[in-house]
């Protein structure tokens, strides 16, 4: 970045470490595109935020081997060494916290909460279940022009802490830094969201080519008029 180079995210929850990237990136004319890995529907979700959002819960299914002997879960006293008689529920809280916990395994929250409503009002439910192929993350979006329901499935990975798409989703992004003259998804500039200082500069990119604008902490994008406003 200092260079004034494009630099590529693959693990968004890393942003949380470096609060001022957005003004770092900006005062040396670099970029930062965050690559959507796990997380669908990220068009219609900026879509949705144009007319606003409501609501955003989402709520991941993942294979207890791959959580086991994360800080978090060891902390707060979760056994996954052992097979689970059934579900069990070992986070709920905001995608802030979920970011800070669990870091290495919520990208797909830290992401969500850029192109939406932002990580304090993101809400962020974790399941472990055995007999799970690979994580199930599922997007929940109440919003004033549309509800979103929408869910991932991922496919089995020879490495159990992590996606098989993330992969793919590194090469899409790459892909789209030369994107053709015609194209499906948006492109536009988008909303601010709520994120702690990563702030009031056009830095971000998230998955295929949205920049995405930040301010601290608020959400100051334009809204409907009284009469339509959620």
Request: a neutral charge.
């Amino acid at each position: 970045l200092s260079a004034g180079k494009l630099l590529t995210v693959v693990s968004a929850a890393g942003l949380l470490q470096f609060p001022d990237i957005a003004e770092y990136a900006r005062r040396h004319r670099g970029r930062v595109r965050i690559c959507s890995g796990a997380l669908p529907g990220l068009d219609i979700l900026r879509s949705a935020n144009e007319g606003g959002i409501r609501s955003v819960r989402l709520k991941s299914r993942i294979k207890p081997g791959s959580m086991a002997h994360e800080p978090y879960i060891l902390e707060h006293g979760f056994d996954l060494s052992e097979p689970l008689a059934a579900s069990l529920t070992v986070f709920e809280g905001s995608a802030a916290e979920a970011g800070q916990g669990l870091s290495s395994h919520f990208n797909v929250a830290i992401a969500l909460s850029i192109v939406g409503i932002g990580l304090e009002r993101t809400d962020v439910e974790v399941w472990v279940e055995d007999d799970l192929h690979g994580a199930i993350h599922r997007v929940m979006v109440d919003a004033e022009d549309i509800a979103l329901d929408m869910e991932s499935r991922n496919r089995p990975s020879d490495n159990p802490r992590t996606s098989r798409i993330v992969a793919p989703s590194i090469i899409a992004t790459l892909r789209a830094f030369d994107a053709p003259p015609v194209r499906a998804g948006e492109a536009p500039h988008i909303a601010e969201a709520e994120l702690p200082a990563f702030a009031r500069a056009r830095a971000f990119h998230i998955g295929h080519g949205a920049t995405q604008r930040m301010s601290p902490l608020t959400t100051t994008r334009a809204r409907r008029s009284p009469a339509n406003s959620t």
